[in-house]
């Protein structure tokens, strides 16, 4: 069965730290890994990684994905009270574009 | 990027009765999908919305509990048939782009089963 871990599930910084959030996977047939950010309803698209060892940049938020050891980080740098939300990572399998997603990582900033 | 709506964004439903979602994408999209994130939970795929087709149905859950039509390449609808307190979840409706390089979501529709 495919399977989504992220970690930590919850983290509590203050304005202006770096955070490092992490996600690994066991998954058959892999196609890509998406990050994705929920502050109310919908996920917000942040990233899609296909490709080992290539940090996607978005800002002060970057993710890279390792292939081998399967498992991707997704780093916010200069940490802000609007960072505060729920990051999900998602894996896509080759078959049909299902995404599979971990529990989640709870990410709350304080002034 | 797509641009996707739903309907309703949110409903306060009565034991026993169905609900009809509706998610309308503004370009035509081959890979169109329902996901139900339960309060406090992350989100699980309910089904793959297939045009011309039936649905394909992920494990745990069933045509009968969770209708789909998609009638076209932009148009689908999720229904939650004779619904249960447990039902009351985020319905999310997801769609490939048409560059294959993203999933997009709608706002999703909150529903609360009393």
């Known amino acids: 069965e495919d399977k989504v871990v992220q970690s930590p599930l919850s983290l509590v910084v203050h304005e202006g730290d770096t955070v490092t959030l992490n996600c690994s996977y066991e998954?058959?047939?892999?196609?890509?890994l998406l990050w994705y950010k929920q502050e109310k309803k919908a996920p917000t698209f942040l990233f899609m990684l296909?490709?080992?060892?290539i940090e996607k940049k978005s800002g002060r938020l970057s993710s890279i994905l390792d292939k081998k050891e399967l498992f991707s980080i997704l780093n916010i740098t200069a940490t802000q009270t609007g960072d505060s939300a729920v990051y999900l990572c998602?894996?896509?399998?080759?078959?049909?574009?299902?995404?599979?997603f971990g529990e989640g990582t709870q990410l709350t900033v304080n002034p | 990027s797509a641009v996707i709506s739903q309907k309703p964004s949110r409903d306060i439903c009565q034991r026993g009765t169905s609900l009809t979602i509706q998610c309308q994408v503004d370009?035509?999209?081959?890979?169109m999908f329902w996901y139900r994130q339960q309060p406090g939970q992350s989100l699980t795929l309910i089904a793959t919305?297939?045009?011309?087709?039936?649905?394909?149905?992920e494990s745990g859950f069933v045509i009968d509990k969770f209708p789909i039509s998609r009638p076209n390449l932009t148009f689908s609808t999720l229904t939650v048939s004779n619904m249960s307190p447990e039902d009351s979840s985020i319905y999310l409706c997801?769609?490939?782009?048409?560059?294959?390089?993203?999933?997009?979501f709608g706002e999703g529709s909150w529903l609360t089963v009393v």
């Open positions: 296909t490709s080992s060892g």
């Open positions: 919305a297939n045009q011309g087709s039936e649905a394909t149905y």
């Open positions: 998602a894996v896509e399998e080759t078959s049909g574009s299902r995404l599979t």
């Open positions: 998954v058959t047939n892999f196609r890509s």
């Open positions: 370009s035509q999209v081959t890979m």
């Open positions: 997801s769609v490939m782009g048409s560059s294959g390089n993203t999933i997009y």
